[in-house]
């Protein structure tokens, strides 16, 4: 089959599948829409203003951290300096003719709504393998496996799952593995959810490497580095402090091309100075394995916005980025991001986007990202992983 | 382009239906193929309507009302990528709760469609979106030309080196794990000579 029809063949929509604009989706739709035209803040200029207060509170919130739980946060920086000199002594170079291998759990496919009319929303998610083997000069094999088998974020998802009827089964059969060879400055055609990063041009200097992070500029000429995005599928950082701590997790996490012990010791060095990251003690990631928690809460106040003339009250938002370590080996055991909105007001929803919170007031968790490290360490071939 | 010519206030609406019905589908679909989020479709797709019957006389005639919409759409789909990292966070948990629309299921045939529906992410956005307008919108390089204002020779440029781009990794992506890894690799390297 030539790869244009093949193209054409994986279009994700199948056109019989959609709704007619005689569908109740379609008629409502059509009905919201050709209404007489009221005055008020339109949503782009909603937008605008959530973007404006927004910038402004992270303004205070930088301005503010450093006076904040600095007893906490000295253990944390301890923490993480410890991290660094354990992470300079240890020996990850990879020869010629070996390979840095990590094996990564994330999520893939998640999907949530009610299961059931008027019911609540219920979360779930397939998981995802990403085992990379990357050689010295960057070129490697990813294959990424998608375990069918519903999770859940939650107890009371995966009750409300149960309750409704369905299966904790596969929910299709398995798919095979994808396998991607990438050849040097290839890498970026790799898994979306767990990407590949080249660190190899990254100082060493905590001070250059921090300004490096916060900017954002981890390109490499030529080499089509991938985007360093969240820790989830969109950052949810407003803040410095949180941008840069997300960024240094991801990047300690890997999968990376030119690590090196000095260069993981400095992006301890660099979290080590970031405001407001607090050590937890001893905790338990998502899979059962037990290291040191630290963690950084960005807390986003409620704001009143208005949409289509009407004043709706968002609902305040924390976000906790979270890693665990393992003191021991100096390794980044799991990142996860989580998050609570508290709402202060129960808004009308005018069912157009980013119009009101029809829920009474309380607090709401949303749905956290987690991943994983299950393996890595140097291997003797793009197919052995590490005994 | 020829842009409908003025109408009397109470013809607005059966213009409007005329386009709505002609349309709804193909712009659900643009949206659902754009967005990790399908529940939220409707929402992006009653966004672009509200643009267009705000705006319905700046709307072109048939058969460029389309092109018009899809215009309107990307520039909608586009601001829900950039802007709505909040109502991301809120959306499943919050919003999900209040209104869950019926959304039709992505189709997911074969681990082929998979990884190259995979690879076209991996395109440059520019590259990804031509390949997406003429493969699935099938749209011809003149639309596509128009909708994202470049030149139809720019057009078939971006085409012809995604399409070249995706058969050669799909091929790879493809291979059989018992084959030489060594060999695939050297293929990679000397593409990028």
């Given at each position: 089959?030539?790869?244009?029809?093949?193209?054409?063949?994986?279009?994700?929509?199948?056109?019989?599948?959609?709704?007619?604009?005689?569908?109740?989706?379609?008629?409502?739709?059509?009905?919201?829409?050709?209404?007489?035209?009221?005055?008020?803040?339109?949503?782009?200029?909603?937008?605008?203003?959530?973007?404006?207060?927004?910038?402004?509170?992270?303004?205070?919130?930088?301005?503010?951290?450093?006076?904040?739980?600095?007893?906490?946060?000295?253990?944390?920086?301890?923490?993480?300096?410890?991290?660094?000199?354990?992470t300079?002594?240890?020996?990850?170079?990879?020869?010629?003719?070996?390979?840095?291998y990590?094996?990564?759990?994330?999520?893939?496919?998640?999907?949530?709504?009610?299961?059931?009319?008027?019911?609540?929303?219920?979360?779930?998610?397939?998981a995802?393998?990403?085992?990379?083997?990357?050689?010295?000069?960057?070129?490697?094999?990813?294959?990424?496996?998608?375990?069918?088998?519903?999770?859940?974020?939650?107890?009371?998802?995966?009750?409300?799952?149960?309750?409704?009827?369905?299966?904790?089964?596969?929910?299709?059969?398995?798919?095979?593995?994808?396998?991607h060879?990438?050849?040097?400055?290839?890498?970026?055609?790799?898994?979306?959810?767990?990407?590949?990063?080249?660190?190899?041009?990254?100082?060493?200097?905590?001070?250059?490497l921090?300004?490096?992070?916060?900017?954002?500029?981890?390109?490499?000429?030529?080499?089509?580095?991938?985007?360093?995005?969240?820790?989830?599928?969109?950052?949810?950082?407003?803040?410095?402090?949180?941008?840069?701590?997300?960024r240094?997790?991801?990047?300690?996490?890997?999968?990376?091309?030119?690590?090196?012990?000095?260069?993981?010791?400095?992006?301890?060095?660099?979290?080590?100075?970031?405001?407001?990251?607090?050590?937890?003690?001893?905790?338990?990631?998502?899979?059962?394995?037990?290291?040191?928690?630290?963690?950084?809460?960005?807390?986003?106040?409620?704001?009143?916005?208005?949409?289509?003339?009407?004043?709706?009250?968002?609902?305040?938002?924390?976000?906790?980025?979270?890693?665990?370590?393992?003191?021991?080996?100096?390794?980044?055991?799991?990142s996860?991001?989580?998050?609570?909105?508290?709402?202060?007001?129960?808004?009308?929803?005018?069912?157009?986007?980013g119009?009101?919170?029809?829920?009474p007031?309380?607090?709401?968790?949303?749905?956290?990202?987690?991943?994983?490290?299950?393996?890595?360490?140097?291997?003797?071939?793009?197919?052995?992983?590490?005994? | 382009?020829?842009?409908?010519?003025?109408?009397?206030?109470?013809?607005a609406?059966?213009?409007?239906?005329?386009?709505?019905?002609?349309?709804?589908?193909?712009?659900?679909?643009?949206?659902?193929?754009?967005?990790?989020?399908?529940?939220?479709?409707?929402?992006?797709?009653?966004?672009?309507?509200?643009?267009?019957?705000?705006?319905?006389?700046?709307?072109?005639?048939?058969?460029?009302?389309?092109?018009?919409?899809?215009?309107?759409?990307?520039?909608?789909?586009?601001?829900?990528?950039?802007?709505?990292?909040?109502?991301?966070?809120?959306?499943?948990?919050?919003?999900?709760?209040?209104?869950?629309?019926?959304?039709?299921?992505?189709?997911?045939?074969?681990?082929?469609?998979?990884?190259?529906?995979?690879?076209?992410?991996?395109?440059?956005?520019?590259?990804g979106e031509?390949?997406?307008?003429?493969?699935?919108?099938?749209?011809?390089?003149?639309?596509?030309?128009?909708?994202?204002?470049?030149?139809?020779?720019?057009?078939?440029?971006?085409?012809?080196?995604?399409?070249?781009?995706?058969?050669?990794?799909?091929?790879?992506?493809?291979?059989?794990?018992?084959?030489?890894?060594?060999?695939?690799?050297?293929?990679?390297?000397?593409?990028?000579?």
């Amino acid at each position: 089959m030539d790869i244009e029809t093949l193209l054409r063949d994986s279009d994700p929509v199948r056109p019989a599948h959609l709704p007619s604009p005689n569908s109740s989706d379609g008629l409502s739709i059509r009905s919201h829409v050709v209404t007489p035209r009221r005055p008020g803040i339109r949503p782009a200029a909603a937008a605008v203003v959530v973007v404006a207060v927004v910038m402004t509170v992270a303004l205070v919130v930088l301005v503010a951290l450093p006076g904040e739980s600095r007893q906490s946060q000295g253990a944390a920086a301890a923490v993480l300096d410890r991290m660094a000199m354990l992470t300079d002594r240890q020996d990850i170079s990879v020869k010629p003719g070996e390979y840095y291998y990590t094996e990564l759990e994330g999520q893939a496919g998640a999907s949530s709504g009610p299961l059931v009319q008027g019911g609540p929303t219920v979360t779930s998610y397939e998981a995802e393998t990403v085992q990379t083997w990357v050689a010295p000069n960057g070129s490697g094999r990813q294959v990424s496996t998608t375990d069918p088998t519903p999770r859940f974020f939650t107890a009371a998802d995966r009750a409300a799952w149960v309750a409704a009827g369905r299966s904790l089964r596969p929910l299709f059969p398995a798919p095979p593995s994808t396998v991607h060879l990438f050849g040097v400055g290839y890498a970026f055609t790799n898994n979306p959810i767990i990407r590949v990063f080249d660190v190899s041009h990254l100082p060493t200097d905590t001070a250059k490497l921090t300004k490096l992070i916060a900017q954002g500029h981890l390109e490499v000429k030529g080499s089509r580095q991938t985007e360093l995005k969240g820790l989830g599928p969109v950052s949810n950082c407003q803040t410095k402090a949180c941008v840069i701590f997300e960024r240094v997790a991801i990047l300690l996490q890997g999968p990376d091309i030119g690590a090196t012990p000095a260069r993981r010791a400095a992006l301890f060095k660099v979290m080590a100075h970031v405001p407001g990251v607090k050590l937890l003690g001893s905790v338990v990631n998502p899979i059962g394995d037990r290291g040191t928690g630290l963690e950084l809460v960005q807390h986003e106040p409620a704001e009143s916005v208005r949409c289509n003339a009407v004043k709706i009250q968002e609902p305040s938002l924390s976000t906790t980025e979270e890693v665990v370590i393992d003191l021991k080996t100096a390794t980044l055991l799991s990142s996860e991001t989580s998050y609570s909105a508290r709402v202060v007001t129960r808004s009308e929803s005018r069912g157009e986007s980013g119009c009101g919170i029809a829920l009474p007031a309380g607090t709401y968790p949303i749905t956290p990202n987690w991943t994983v490290l299950l393996h890595s360490g140097v291997v003797g071939s793009n197919s052995r992983v590490p005994g | 382009m020829a842009h409908a010519g003025p109408w009397l206030p109470g013809d607005a609406e059966n213009r409007f239906d005329r386009l709505y019905e002609s349309h709804y589908q193909a712009i659900y679909a643009y949206a659902l193929r754009r967005t990790r989020a399908p529940h939220e479709v409707p929402d992006l797709v009653a966004e672009v309507f509200t643009t267009a019957w705000r705006r319905l006389a700046t709307v072109p005639n048939p058969p460029e009302d389309v092109l018009w919409l899809y215009g309107v759409a990307r520039r909608v789909v586009s601001q829900h990528h950039r802007g709505r990292q909040r109502r991301d966070r809120l959306d499943v948990r919050l919003r999900g709760t209040a209104t869950a629309p019926e959304v039709p299921e992505l189709a997911s045939d074969s681990s082929r469609h998979l990884g190259l529906i995979r690879l076209v992410e991996s395109l440059r956005p520019r590259d990804g979106e031509v390949v997406r307008l003429i493969a699935w919108e099938q749209l011809d390089h003149a639309q596509v030309a128009y909708l994202l204002g470049c030149s139809t020779n720019a057009v078939a440029i971006r085409w012809h080196r995604s399409v070249k781009f995706l058969r050669d990794n799909l091929n790879d992506a493809d291979a059989d794990l018992a084959e030489s890894p060594e060999v695939r690799l050297d293929a990679l390297r000397i593409q990028e000579m």
